[in-house]
């Protein structure tokens, strides 16, 4: 099934339905971040071969977009079939790639499955409306709108390192369903499982050049294809930092942007404090904390804080450590550098005097969970996002000082709170600026058809299901301006 996406273990490029070498003879050696054995190469492609790739997907946009809807869904389905057969395999290749334990990678994998057939189905759904002119004053019944959803064109889908198999499907069905073609530029780490994904949805019986795959580093290349003038929609998930870089050289280009974040748990004193715990220490250790809705701060009310520390302390000193392919929660960082930048916040921390509850031990890329209690907004790791697994927790007077120092974050992704009192819940949930409030649990994307966002640094437009057809298609109106009868056929009595 996989055979002709690699020569010699040199992953090519899916271009006009083949897999094809670069002419670069540049390659990239990826290593697994668990042993640094090496997983596979990826090609480097060049500014020229770019050109040809956007070129293809806007040639084979017509063929696609002109396919009934049924159709379309009829070969996602296939997709979500065959990524279902080839399940093992492909997290076999994520846990290596990217050091996920091999629970959560199948479990990436399976996920991803149930998301391209609700995409497949979700998308024959999707109606246009009628809308009649006589609403709005001077106009009449006799102006009809005939508004349909059209296909943006192009889309460029560019994923990040932590779900390159899900973050790449969720961005890549939904655009399909749309009736886009689609240029895909998976991240750097990650590209080997993103290839297995790519190949998976061409098996399937997507017309050639439908989708067309870029690997290269997001450093070197990546200007070169957010600029290009034929990419018709950018679809981004990663760093706010490279996010807004592509918000700033890129010129009325819509774009959808997933970025970063800084969720926090607030936990009031009525809370259930072993629920509590054991949804933050999931939320912020699971994946080592690389995940953009890991929770990265808690927020307790003074009076309840040291009970809550103790049971959090005691949850990370259950958390297992060690290679992926083991029954573990915490596995090594994405490569060292991320390690040093966690250990830059950890150190700062205890500099500023943070009182160390567990952790702070490293071997290589894998760092122990680590639990500060006493932090203070005075440290770097009350703010920046560790990606890594760290979590500070400030203790707070009231309410209002935990909403305060929750909205000074420059993110806003999700928060949670815990607390018995819905009506406090609620209250607190409409000032808390982020896109999505969780009510007793941690913070999380799924279930997929709900609507997933961040806003400040967090992101812009809507993701989610049906909120990704739609923001990947436009509405386009017909508008039908009938002539006045002068003999009063058919008018109402
Ligand atoms: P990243 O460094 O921003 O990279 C994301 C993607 O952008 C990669 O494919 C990367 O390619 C590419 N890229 C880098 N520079 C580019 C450029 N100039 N033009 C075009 N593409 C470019 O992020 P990451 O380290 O992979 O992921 C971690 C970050 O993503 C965290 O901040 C996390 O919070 C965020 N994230 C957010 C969400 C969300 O839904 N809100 C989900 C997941 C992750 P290379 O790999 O080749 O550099
Ligand atoms: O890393 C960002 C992902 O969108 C998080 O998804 O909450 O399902 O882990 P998740």
């Known amino acids: 099934m996989f055979e ?3 020569d010699n273990n040199i992953y090519k490029n899916l271009y006009d339905g083949q897999w094809v070498s670069s002419a670069s003879n540049n390659f ?17 492609m060049t500014g020229e071969e770019v050109d040809k790739v956007v070129s293809k997907a806007q040639s084979s946009f017509g063929i696609w977009a002109d396919k009934p809807v049924s159709e379309r869904a009829d070969i996602i389905h296939k997709a979500a079939a065959i990524l279902e057969e080839n399940s093992e395999e492909i997290a076999n290749i994520l846990t290596k790639e990217i050091a996920k ?14 998301f391209i057939r609700f995409t497949a189905d979700e998308g024959k759904r999707i109606q ?24 943006v064109g192009v889309v460029l889908a560019i994923s990040p390192f932590n779900y390159p198999v899900n973050l790449s499907a969720s961005k890549i069905a939904p655009a399909l369903m749309a009736g886009n073609s689609v240029v895909f530029k998976p991240p750097t780490q990650g590209s080997i499982s993103a290839l297995y994904l790519a190949k998976v949805f ?3 019986g997507l017309p050639s050049g439908v989708l067309n795959t870029i690997t290269g580093k997001g450093s070197e290349i990546g200007d070169y294809i957010i600029k290009h003038k034929e990419i018709d929609l950018i679809n981004f998930t990663g760093s706010s930092e490279v996010g807004r870089h592509i918000s700033e050289v890129t010129t009325m280009v819509p774009s959808i942007m997933e970025l970063g974040g800084k969720d926090a748990a607030i936990v009031l004193e009525d809370a259930d404090l072993e629920h509590a715990a054991n949804n933050i220490v999931k939320g912020a250790f699971s994946y080592s904390g690389q995940r953009c809705t890991a929770l990265k701060r808690v927020l307790v009310l003074e009076n ?20 992926p392919f083991d029954d573990v929660t915490i596995t090594p960082l994405i490569n060292n550098k991320a390690a040093d930048f966690v250990q830059g916040l950890i150190d700062d921390a205890i500099e500023k005097g943070a009182t160390l509850k567990i952790g702070n031990k490293r071997e290589g890329n894998l760092l122990y969970p680590t639990v500060f209690d006493n932090v203070t907004t005075h440290m770097r790791i009350a703010w920046e996002e560790p990606f890594g697994p760290v979590l500070p927790i400030i203790r707070v007077k009231n309410i209002d000082e935990a909403v305060e120092i929750a909205n000074a974050s420059e993110y806003g992704l999700q928060s ?68 006045e009868r002068s003999d009063k056929v058919g008018q109402v009595k």
Do not use: C, W
């Open 28 to 44: 990239i050696t990826i290593n697994s971040p668990i042993n640094e054995e090496e997983v596979g190469k990826i090609q480097a």
């Open 4 to 6: 002709d996406i690699k």
């Open 304 to 323: 309840i804080a040291d009970q809550l520390v103790d049971i959090i302390t005691e949850y990370v000193s259950q958390l297992k450590v060690g290679n």
């Open 202 to 204: 061409q098996a399937a």
């Open 416 to 483: 949670s709170i815990f607390t018995n009192d819905i009506d406090d819940a609620f209250h607190i949930a409409r000032l808390l600026e982020v896109g999505t409030v969780q009510i007793n649990n941690k913070t999380e994307r799924g279930p997929d058809h709900f609507p997933f966002l961040g806003v400040k640094s967090s992101g812009m437009g809507t993701q989610g299901i049906r909120y990704s057809i739609e923001a990947m298609s436009r509405p386009k109106a017909i508008v039908v301006n009938l002539r």
């Open 128 to 151: 246009g409306e009628t809308l009649q002119g006589d609403g709005f004053h001077g106009f009449s019944k006799n102006k009809l709108a005939f508004v349909t959803r059209e296909p």
């Open 101 to 114: 334990d091999i629970k959560s990678a199948r479990s990436e994998v399976i996920r991803t499955v149930d």
